[in-house]
């Protein structure tokens, strides 16, 4: 399976500002997928990292929010604009490898907290 | 839209005893798969389930997929504390972006 290195690992960050997170897989992979993991919840897709075009966001997030980039197959960021308290989360990077699979391989979090 | 409901929410065990999470979806499943978090981690895929009436086994844990690909269980005989963490079960029906819902979880504590 796919290894993937995400970071910052965590950040605490100031209301208003904004952070970039980096996912980065060891091979190339067909789909990469950005989620979102409150404190003690379940999982929440917010939206498809589409290599040389705009990410498919889900109902509930927007672009300007979570922009994302997907310049190669292996690299993606994801950026929380404009931060409030309520961004506090874990942010997920994960990969699907082939055209077929659907078992999803995740990074290991980027725990955000904002103050 | 599809709808997973996973119960229950938390599970308080003493150690070496069995523990069992239950899956349902609202809509009939291409396949169902399960994910372990241990605290602090991320998910980590344990297994697929693709055939109706479908049951594996990974040494003390048995998935089991219902005969209408609507349901789904993990047992886990004997716990250990190893066990420690948050199942999840996602359910795979082909649409949408990842084609995955996930449930809400369960987590297992254990007592040793």
């Known amino acids: 399976s796919a290894v993937i290195s995400q970071k910052p690992s965590r950040d605490i960050c100031q209301r208003g500002t904004s952070l970039t997170i980096q996912c980065q897989v060891d091979?190339?992979?067909?789909?990469m997928f950005w989620y979102r993991q409150q404190p003690g919840q379940s999982l929440t897709l917010i939206a498809t990292?589409?290599?040389?075009?705009?990410?498919?966001?889900e109902s509930g997030f927007v672009i300007d929010k979570f922009p994302i980039s997907r310049p190669n197959l292996t690299f993606s960021t994801l950026t929380v604009s404009n931060m409030s308290p309520e961004d506090s989360s874990i942010y997920l990077c994960?990969?699907?490898?082939?055209?077929?699979?659907?078992?999803?391989?995740f990074g290991a979090g980027s725990r955000l907290t904002v103050l | 839209g599809q709808q997973v409901m996973q119960i229950p929410q938390y599970q308080h065990v003493q150690e070496g005893e069995d523990f069992t999470t239950y899956c349902n979806s609202s809509?009939?499943?291409?396949?169902i798969q399960w994910y372990k978090q241990r605290p602090g981690g991320h998910p980590v895929f344990l297994i697929q389930?693709?055939?109706?009436?479908e049951v594996k086994k990974q040494k003390r844990l048995t998935f089991q997929f219902g005969e209408a690909k609507k349901n789904s269980s993990l047992h886990i005989t004997a716990t250990q504390t190893t066990d420690v963490g948050t199942y999840f079960c996602?359910?795979?029906?082909?649409?949408?972006?990842?084609?995955?819902?996930f449930g809400k979880g369960t987590h297992l504590i254990i007592q040793p």
């Open positions: 994960s990969v699907k490898k082939g055209s077929g699979a659907n078992v999803l391989t």
């Open positions: 091979s190339q992979v067909t789909m």
């Open positions: 990292a589409n290599q040389g075009s705009e990410a498919t966001y």
């Open positions: 809509t009939t499943l291409s396949n």
């Open positions: 389930l693709v055939k109706s009436g």
């Open positions: 996602a359910g795979f029906s082909g649409g949408g972006a990842d084609g995955l819902t």
